[in-house]
């Protein structure tokens, strides 16, 4: 990641455009079992996802139900036809990251991109259950997260401004808010860019425990093939940390730079007659500039030299040791995947797609200090904790570094963020908006899953760290048991809420998640927007902390008739704008 606004040539820098819907409940779209037509749009969706004109005659307005699987039909009859084809058929390697098409893509990696799934395995899944909660209101932190837009004062502004395709904010088990806007759906995944970072960092956790590595070894011992690259002479701690000598520029729209030609060695730009043939191809030829295990440098390289060690010291490809050692172990509800080169080396650095729920589940892993809810142990607390609390200069040299002006107090461990001077919070960020949240103290994790068209905006990134810090704050501790909630006596009894029914004959990849029911309970209400003054942070510690102690609210949390679909609690008067959906402009040689 690189510090600084970054625009894409070509794109429309309006953040306020929506290209393809308005942000939905999570049950909005999803009909009850029985009424599920696979990938086809359903009248609902095709109200509320609008597309623009030039292509309203090529897309279906309301797509007839799949076939059943052996019924034979003509190729003619749209009923065999995916409404998505008319788009997939437009994007290629030049216009899939156009800001018309870019939101569709980053949840159709795997028809873009050769890709190896990253298996969910047999275990049970980690059940999500689901409130309403309208935090839109909620008032922001700008004088800590000063880069944050001007404009911006409450988490509604922040998700309107900033290209959300979905956001989750769980604590505990329990999804305290959770939207999507088409083409993103519960069980669709989506493109993680360099929060995959902290995926493949965790897996080299997990073969540490197991002893089949340590951070203090050689790279060149553990891939021998990069002997003569400027890998020489560094460890593994090195690459974690960010933290080697190697020659990489991270300036995504320089000309030139070594990210550009990463993106073309494994065909995420147009390939030229320099570029490297795969991703392991590409590391081989990378020289070193400076001295190993000095100043912390971002570059994405040095997440795929991980992956391959994974797969030199294993003898698997990396999704498959991913699968075995992270991902089948956190109750993930759906396998994840990683785009691969053509030569199937894997772009392990930013390319790993999962749902929304399921990288809740790994961030709740990371908060639990990396075991799961059920107690199965993923990765050691040793491990865990040494991410949030860093090495000796940790701090120092990310201070010194461009990105210590951006994250004051904060540091860079283990292919992890550390954003402050707080040692309970640590965040994984994609470039095009992504952001994984995690505070060990209050035990809540945010996602957010965007399509932003400037690869870098420190604005963006801020906001959504004010976002997910005031929700943090805000929401009251879950009370000790045996203990009376202190606004139980004059909140209202909240109608249960339901999520769908799994999906019976659907597409697998629109089957809603796993999750249960739960009443809306007054512990987890939103407060009204003053109440995150009244939040009192917990100073920073070197292990698990207590949870912050925040002064109860006696607001009821909105409720939906049972079976129903929830939609968005209304905002009030002056509050920010939910997120409409807006036409996108046509540009110049789309069509």
Not at 168 to 179: K, T, W
Not at 310 to 333: D, L, M, N, R, T
Not at 452 to 463: E, I, K, N, R, W
Not at 570 to 586: E, H, K, T
Request: aromatic content about 6%; some cysteine.
């Amino acid at each position: 990641m690189a510090d600084g606004d970054k625009t894409l040539p070509g794109s429309v820098d309006e953040p306020r455009i929506r290209r393809f819907g308005a942000l939905s409940g999570n049950t909005k779209g999803i009909r009850p079992q029985g009424e599920q037509t696979g990938d086809a749009t359903s009248p609902a969706d095709s109200a509320e996802s609008p597309v623009d004109p030039a292509d309203s005659a090529e897309l279906p307005v309301e797509a007839p139900p799949l076939p059943r699987a052996g019924d034979l039909t003509s190729a003619s009859e749209d009923a065999i036809v995916d409404p998505s084809e008319a788009i997939l058929e437009r994007i290629d390697l030049d216009s899939w990251k156009w800001p018309k098409y870019f939101a569709f893509a980053l949840t159709r990696m795997e028809e873009i991109f050769p890709t190896g799934g990253i298996p969910r395995g047999i275990g049970p899944v980690r059940e999500l259950v689901t409130e309403e909660n309208d935090f839109r209101p909620l008032t922001i932190d700008r004088e800590k997260w000063s880069g944050a837009d001007e404009n911006w004062s409450t988490v509604g502004d922040v998700l309107v401004n900033t290209f959300t395709d979905a956001w989750l904010v769980s604590r505990d088990g329990v999804a305290l808010a959770e939207e999507y806007a088409w083409p993103m759906k519960p069980a669709r995944q989506h493109m993680l860019f360099s929060i995959s970072k902290s995926v493949v960092s965790s897996v080299i956790g997990a073969l540490t425990d197991a002893g089949h590595l340590s951070p203090e070894d050689l790279v060149i011992t553990r891939v021998p093939a990069l002997a003569k690259s400027g890998y020489a002479g560094a460890t593994i701690r090195d690459l974690l940390d960010m933290r080697s000598g190697i020659k990489f520029s991270e300036e995504y729209l320089k000309k030139g730079s070594e990210i550009r030609a990463l993106f073309e060695a494994v065909d995420f730009a147009p390939r030229t007659a320099t570029s490297a043939n795969g991703i392991k191809n590409f590391l081989m030829g990378l020289t070193s500039e400076r001295e190993h295990g000095g100043p912390f440098v971002y570059r994405s390289c040095e997440t795929d030299v991980l992956a391959w060690i994974c797969e030199s010291v294993i003898g698997q490809p990396f999704s498959v040791i991913a699968s075995e050692y992270v991902w089948s172990k956190i109750g993930a509800a759906h396998a994840a995947q990683v785009c691969q080169d053509r030569w199937g080396g894997s772009i392990a650095d930013g390319a790993i797609s999962t749902t929304l729920r399921d990288l809740t589940r790994f961030g709740e892993m990371i908060a639990r200090g990396g075991t799961t809810a059920e107690g199965e142990r993923v990765l050691s607390g040793k491990w865990v904790d040494d991410i949030f609390t860093g090495g000796a200069d940790s701090a120092q040299v990310f201070a010194d570094s461009p990105s210590g002006r951006s994250y004051p107090g904060g540091m860079y461990r283990s292919q992890f963020w550390v954003p402050s001077a707080s040692r309970d919070v640590v965040i994984g960020i994609g470039i095009h908006g992504q952001m994984l949240y995690i505070d060990r103290a209050t035990q809540t994790v945010g996602v957010k899953l965007s399509s932003d068209p400037q690869p870098v905006s420190l604005a963006h990134q801020h906001g959504t760290l004010a976002m997910f810090e005031a929700i943090a704050e805000a929401v009251p501790p879950k009370p000790e048991p045996g203990t009376v909630p202190p606004a139980a006596s004059t909140a209202k009894p909240a109608a249960v809420v339901r999520s769908a029914a799994p999906v019976g004959g659907g597409s697998a990849a629109d089957a809603p998640d796993s999750a249960a029911t739960v009443p809306a309970a007054s512990s987890s209400a939103v407060p009204s927007p003053a109440a995150s003054s009244l939040a009192a942070p917990s100073p920073a510690a070197s292990g698990p902390a207590a949870p912050r102690a925040v002064a109860p609210s006696p607001v009821a949390p909105s409720a939906a008739a049972s079976g129903t679909v929830i939609p968005n609690v209304a905002v009030p008067a002056g509050a920010a704008p939910s997120i409409a959906p807006r036409p996108f402009p046509a540009q110049p040689g789309i069509y």
